[in-house]
């Protein structure tokens, strides 16, 4: 009796339990349901957040307008000042150059707000892909908007400013210096995630490095449309300023595909059992 009793116990302590089977990463995360209205505070709540960070930043923008400006405009050769149309022109300048100096500070913030309103709507394998990416992306970005600020922009203004010097006054208008500028930075800050989306697109498996390869010529077209597009003025001089960088940028682009993002596609595709 006593070892019919506890010949059941010996089995359950000698019972292994089953390991819980790991989440598939391919599977998006399981969220508590929301509603609209809770989907809109969220949204909200993110808002605010920005714009307080911007109107903190703002106050070091405006300390650091002025000193920007004078730089704007030497690296513009405008000598003698900006050209004004309207009598508000000035002011708004000052206060303009303020807010994107703002801006430019608090991006970080704004990118990780993004990226926690959007996160919920991933897979786990695309959020893995998308934060391992954000270093580079951030890296890129500030690196494409310095060779705008510092190398593209200046000798765009070199070459502008002593074309037929000996008929045209060149006193620019300070509006337009100031968009002529962000139109270079931004564009360029976005066309440098160029290798980024190279390296997405191949390790999700939709592009192979072998086929970027054979995409040369369409993406030499392509780039120097995108050139087209970013560079404010017309002349094939700054077009091939924002070309060169972006035709670099897509052999590199290649490049790191092949080293990182060519084996799980390759083996994705490799039958089993088949020879290495």
């Not at 913030?109 to 951030?138: D, N």
């Not at 070459?159 to 000996?166: A, G, Q, R, V």
């Amino acid at each position: 009796m006593i070892r019919a009793l506890k010949a059941p116990n010996l089995k359950e302590k000698l019972h292994k339990p089953s390991l819980p089977k790991l989440p598939d990463p391919s599977q998006p995360d399981v969220f508590e349901e929301m509603t609209l209205l809770e989907h809109m505070v969220e949204l909200r709540d993110r808002i605010v957040k920005i714009v307080l960070a911007v109107a903190i930043a703002f106050i070091a923008g405006i300390f650091l307008a002025d000193d920007l400006l004078d730089l704007l405009r030497t690296r513009a050769n405008a000598l003698n000042g900006f050209d004004v149309v309207s009598p508000t022109d000035p002011i708004t300048m000052f206060f303009k150059v303020a807010l994107y100096i703002a801006i430019g500070i608090t991006l970080p913030v704004i990118l990780w707000q993004l990226f926690g309103f959007l996160a919920p709507g991933l897979t786990r394998k695309e959020k893995r892909l998308l934060i391992s990416s954000l270093p580079f992306v951030s890296l890129l970005f500030l690196g494409g908007a310095a060779y705008g600020f510092f190398v593209a922009a200046p000798a765009a203004f070199q070459f502008l400013s002593s074309f037929m010097s000996d008929l045209f006054e060149w006193s620019p208008e300070g509006n337009a210096v100031i968009t002529f500028y962000l139109t270079l930075m931004i564009g360029l800050a976005l066309a440098f995630q160029l290798p980024v989306v190279m390296f997405l697109l191949a390790k999700l498996g939709v592009v192979t490095p072998k086929k970027m390869r054979s995409f040369r010529k369409y993406a030499l077209l392509i780039i120097f449309i995108a050139a087209a597009v970013i560079t404010p003025s017309t002349d094939p001089f700054n077009m091939a300023l924002v070309a060169v960088p972006l035709l670099v940028l897509y052999e590199v682009g290649i490049l790191i595909a092949y080293l990182f993002a060519r084996r799980p596609i390759d083996e994705a595709k490799t039958p089993k059992g088949a020879a290495a």
